[in-house]
């Protein structure tokens, strides 16, 4: 009895989560671009993202979430891409017509339950980000794609805290890997 509440109790303390690309709506052909196409990552548009649970009914950590989520995602992802050998920048200005942008429009964020996911874990209370990814080069949409970061079923104080750090790495993992799988 005594080795069934151990294991009941360690599983509380651990959990599952991450983030996976959760539809791809149009898929970059492999090997349209060479890995040397300077690309820039955009601010994320985060002026509609819906926010929910704890803190989203405070206005003013749903503002600076908005601040973060735009600028901390595009420094993220080109921070990323530029570790992974990509020529990636912030735009700085006007960009050249036929320039390669990586835009990204943060649709959810839900800071999900601490209590819920404290007190119960395997996926209650969980938490996620939900960011639409588009890759335009010029006027033309070549990849259109969502990533999904969650929380998964962390429980105890495993599952505690603000996920949002997490989920802006995840976030950038995702579209690197996502562009090293279809650039030469």
């Excluded at 921070?79 to 200005?93: D, E, K, S, T």
């Excluded at 390669?100 to 601490?114: A, K, Q």
Aim: glycine share 12%.
């Amino acid at each position: 009895m005594k080795k069934v509440f151990v294991i009941l109790l360690a599983l509380l303390g651990i959990g599952c989560g991450g983030a996976s690309i959760s539809n791809i709506r149009m898929d970059l052909p492999p090997g349209s671009l060479p890995r040397t196409t300077m690309m820039f990552v955009a601010p994320a548009e985060s002026s509609a993202t819906v926010f929910k649970g704890d803190g989203s009914d405070e206005p003013n950590t749903v503002a600076g979430a908005r601040q973060t989520l735009r600028n901390s995602l595009a420094q993220e992802v080109a921070n990323a891409m530029q570790g992974a050998g990509f020529q990636a920048y912030l735009p700085n200005g006007n960009l050249p017509p036929e320039s390669v942008v990586v835009l990204m429009v943060v649709r959810e964020c839900s800071w999900g339950s601490n209590a819920a996911r404290i007190m119960v874990g395997f996926g209650a209370g969980a938490a996620y980000l939900l960011t639409d990814v588009k890759i335009v080069k010029g006027n033309a949409l070549i990849a259109d794609f969502t990533v999904d970061a969650n929380s998964g079923g962390r429980g105890g104080l495993n599952g505690a805290g603000d996920f949002m750090p997490r989920f802006i790495q995840q976030t950038a993992s995702l579209v690197v890997d996502y562009l090293s799988h279809h650039m030469k």
